[in-house]
């Protein structure tokens, strides 16, 4: 893992070259230089504005987007295959980039995977767009995988002084990186701290792939119960916890968290979607949790 992290930093003759994000991409490079080795470091990375100039180049030769597109409005999302805390590389290597955009076909997946060597796997949606299940009334909503592997590591630190892990399917999970979720981290860590909380058992209420259950276990809680309406979300907890060494002290539910037969607990931990209306949530967890905290 250490081996990863140090990979994300770019080598010493790695060039730092920015392209105007709101000018015309024509306007600035000439396309015909672009291809899988320009200006490619010694190292094997390329510039992060490189790399996606290349991308938003096929995009207008494909006419997904306009001729006069520029990096700033009209690029996909990029997302790492791998996230560690805050730090953003600059310098991309190969086989790492998820890109998302609602406009992708086929045919341009199938350019981009053989073109640019970054580019790892290519989705189809909106970010704006939920991937995941909303509540129990909804159905499961997936970003649609055109070519490639969507698996992303996320690691983040902790007031712990340890590392938490986790393993994510971006066509089906919702995007977060690991310094978003590490955000969450220290609001619980400085929660339960401020608040002097029985460490005894804890309910993560949407556990979605685990992060902030995982913690309150490595925290010392007795117990932990993990609970999401999601089956997907289940299979990738079940993974994480694996992967984070944690071998007991769980149990796991498949449930609407307002239907889940539970309690009482010391504490309920509730990380729904922002669009998510967790009025019932709330309600139930106050009813059956001596401590409610909204992440």
Known sequence: MDE??????????????????????????????????????????RPLDIVMSHILKIMIEYE??????????????????FYFSNLNPQFINKN??????????????????????????????SPQNLAGQLDKDSEINHFEILEGDDTQINVMRTLLGEKLVLVKNQAKHHIEVAVTTEDKLVRLHNYIKNNDI???????????????????????????????????????????????????????????????????VDLCVIDAFPQADISQVTQKANEIADNVVII
Do not use: W
Not at 207 to 227: D, H, Q, R, S, T
């Open 4 to 45: 990863k992290i140090n990979s994300l930093d770019g080598c010493e003759n790695c060039q730092d070259i920015q392209i105007k994000k709101f000018s015309p991409l024509r306007d600035l490079i000439n396309f015909d230089d672009y291809d899988g080795d320009y200006m490619r470091c010694g190292c094997g990375k």
């Open 64 to 81: 997904i987007v306009p001729e006069k597109a520029t990096l700033r409005r009209n690029s996909p999302v990029p997302l790492s295959d």
């Open 96 to 125: 790492t980039l998820i890109l998302l955009h609602q406009d992708f076909t086929k045919d341009v997946a199938l350019k981009l995977i053989s073109e640019v060597p970054e580019v790892k796997c290519v989705l189809k949606g």
């Open 198 to 264: 029985k460490k005894g058992v804890a309910i993560d209420a949407m556990c979605g792939l685990g992060a902030l259950g995982i913690y309150l276990l490595k925290l010392g809680f007795e117990k932990v119960i993990f609970n999401d309406i999601n089956p997907e979300m289940i299979e990738a907890l079940k993974n994480n916890l694996d992967i984070n060494d944690i071998g007991g002290g769980f149990e796991i539910h498949q449930e609407a968290f307002e239907d889940l037969d539970v309690g009482p």
